[in-house]
Structures are given as structure tokens and as C-alpha cells.
């Protein structure tokens, strides 16, 4: 069975940084497409970014610059390091790979 378990959330001013880590169980996560998402209250959910297999990574031009996705394979875990933070950054993100999802992180940027 997948599972995907997200953290490394939590409450940072504008300007600041959140490195999210997401860990995958019953799959290879480096051989598989694996994507971030984020949902705001009372939003649709949007992707925030992705890696490739191949380790190509793609991102939303309102993260373009400021979030990097990474793969660490020893641990089968995919993190979004995320950078100069803005209020509009926050919210529920979570680790998708095909059709499973994890839990989600909550994300608040605020002062």
C-alpha cells in the first residue's frame, strides 16, 4: 500500500523559508512523477510543482524562483523547499504521486 506522509509546516513570517518533506512508503518514489500541491481556504486545490523521474522539475509561475523541488532517493523522500514566503502562499500542501495523497502540511504565512 502507497502512503505519502507530508510535514515540515507550520507559521513564518513573509520573507521567510519552509522546507517540506514528503515521505514515500510502497512505492519507488524516484521512479515516479512526483508533484506538490497546495490548497488556500475556500480555493481549488493547484500544483505547485513537480519532479520527474528523470529529475526534471516544472513549477507554477507563482512559485517560479522562490520554491525548489528536490529528491533525496535514499530515503524516498521528495522535499519543497520554499523561499521568500508570501501571505498568498498559504495553505494545505500535499505530496501527490498517480493517484495517491498524503495528509497534507499546513502551511501559514503571516506577520
Known amino acids: 500500500q502507497v502512503q505519502l506522509v507530508e510535514s515540515g509546516g507550520g507559521l513564518v513570517q513573509p520573507g521567510g523559508s519552509l522546507r517540506l518533506s514528503c515521505a514515500a512508503s510502497?512505492?519507488?518514489?524516484?521512479?515516479?512523477?512526483m508533484a506538490w500541491y497546495r490548497q488556500a481556504p475556500w480555493k481549488q486545490r493547484e500544483m505547485v510543482g513537480l519532479?520527474?523521474?528523470?529529475?526534471?522539475?516544472t513549477y507554477a509561475d507563482s512559485v517560479k524562483g522562490r520554491f525548489t523541488i528536490s529528491r533525496d532517493n535514499r530515503k524516498n523522500t521528495v522535499y519543497l523547499q520554499m523561499s521568500s514566503l508570501k501571505p498568498e502562499d498559504t495553505g494545505l500542501y500535499f505530496c501527490?504521486?498517480?493517484?495517491?495523497w498524503g495528509q497534507g502540511t499546513q502551511v501559514t504565512v503571516s506577520s
Open positions: 501527490n504521486v498517480m493517484s495517491w
Open positions: 510502497g512505492i519507488i518514489s524516484s521512479s515516479r512523477t
Open positions: 519532479i520527474t523521474s528523470l529529475g526534471i522539475t
